[in-house]
């Protein structure tokens, strides 16, 4: 293996080496039965895992059932839903890769339908009900609906965010007990621990709102709390929405604040993303909700300055994650110092087998010994194959 290529050299993280810097975001796949994996997600999962990242996110999984997003969420608030998910975990570890769980709380943005249903991720009616699919009260720091014609969300009181935290913990260890090897908090994208962060969703005036501290402290309680629940050797992963993009909005000086108050709760790394704190969700269009062009939408590695900026200010590990399509595009931003490790989303569902791919073009696997023994011998009588058809 080439030693200089970044890309492959390992990572300690605790007591863990991931074996790579590759990551597959958390993927929502809206196709869970009552929160429990079905052999979807074992088929989902284990084909990144087959492809050779090196740590490999379950979807964002929610720690109880109000903390969905839809009712097909995968959730990990029982211990039969997490027995669900240990054939998996046992076939990621098989590969070499690390098995990582997104635990997440939707908050104002539960009780939803599927982006993919017939009328896209719009907010459940009563009229869903006779389809199987009842609306449930959703929560939130203060009663804000995300968009105009969205659900109101109710007030979390002190024994709801309780109750709240002590789901999350309890989630972890469920995790834990399952033989996940990393844990990540969702704290972006709008759900409930970003809405107690940013201004927009939270106008508290107790002491889980108001400034910065305030608006902090839900959050790092559920960090810390995680923390103390899982092993000391276990690395913990914080995603975070780095801006708002919002007037009056969560900053990139609010991040670097809350990065260190995380590294000092026991978080090992920041998944730098970024948006969707308010505005009904958009899969098909910019935030203005148009129709994408050439100058709309995101440029290749557009949050990379984000996970820079939190590396190099918070004096924390960090991961870029965004429009990340070329190997040697993730070469470049984990040389120039951008990110400890880079994820992928859109790009990995479009080639599962990117990794390896990218170990091919980077020049670490010129001869296909990282493939898996059942598939390394066909691909390389296919390069073979390749290379005499170009010779003739």
């Known amino acids: 293996m080439t030693e200089s290529v970044k890309l492959f050299e390992p990572l300690p993280l605790r007591g863990t080496t991931l074996p790579n810097r590759i990551v597959v975001s958390p993927l929502c796949q809206y196709s869970a039965v009552d929160g429990f994996a079905q052999p979807w997600h074992f088929a989902h999962l284990s084909t990144f895992a087959r492809g050779k990242a090196g740590l490999v996110f379950t979807e964002a999984t929610a720690v109880e059932a109000r903390g969905r997003i839809t009712h097909a969420c995968l959730g990990i608030w029982n211990d039969a839903q997490a027995d669900a998910l240990r054939p998996i975990v046992e076939f990621i570890e098989s590969m070499g890769s690390v098995p990582g769980m997104q635990l997440a709380h939707a908050g104002r943005k539960a009780s939803t339908h599927a982006p993919f249903s017939p009328g896209g991720p719009t907010p459940l009616r009563d009229a869903d009900r006779d389809a199987g699919e009842p609306p449930w009260q959703a929560v939130a720091p203060s009663p804000l609906p995300v968009a105009d014609g969205w659900h109101l969300p109710a007030e979390l009181d002190a024994a709801g965010l309780d109750e709240i935290r002590d789901a999350f913990v309890a989630a972890a260890r469920r995790a834990v007990d399952v033989g996940f090897r990393v844990l990540e908090l969702h704290m972006a994208h709008g759900y409930l621990l970003h809405s107690f962060l940013s201004p927009l969703g939270n106008e508290r005036t107790d002491a889980w709102g108001g400034d910065l501290d305030g608006r902090m402290r ?70 203005t909700g148009k129709p994408l062009t050439r100058d709309s939408a995101r440029a290749p590695g557009f949050q990379v300055p984000f996970a820079r900026r939190l590396r190099e200010d918070a004096g924390i590990k960090s991961m870029a994650v965004g429009v990340i399509i070329d190997p040697q595009q993730a070469e470049d931003i984990l040389q120039g110092g951008g990110a400890d490790l880079v994820a992928l989303g859109r790009e990995v569902m479009y080639d599962p087998f990117w990794p390896l791919h990218a170990a091919e073009a980077l020049g670490v696997d010129p001869e296909f010994e990282m493939w898996p023994a059942q598939y390394a011998w066909a691909v390389d009588r296919r390069a073979q194959i390749q290379l005499l058809n170009r010779l003739d």
């Open 218 to 287: 839900f959050p790092l309680e559920v960090a810390a709390a995680v923390r103390a629940a899982i092993p000391d050797d276990m690395p913990l992963f914080a995603r975070i929405s780095a801006i708002d993009g919002r007037e009056g909005g969560w900053t990139l000086d609010d991040s670097v604040a809350f990065a260190r108050r995380l590294a000092e709760a026991g978080v090992d790394v920041v998944d730098c993303s970024s948006g969707g704190i308010g505005g009904a969700p958009r899969f098909r269009a910019d935030d």
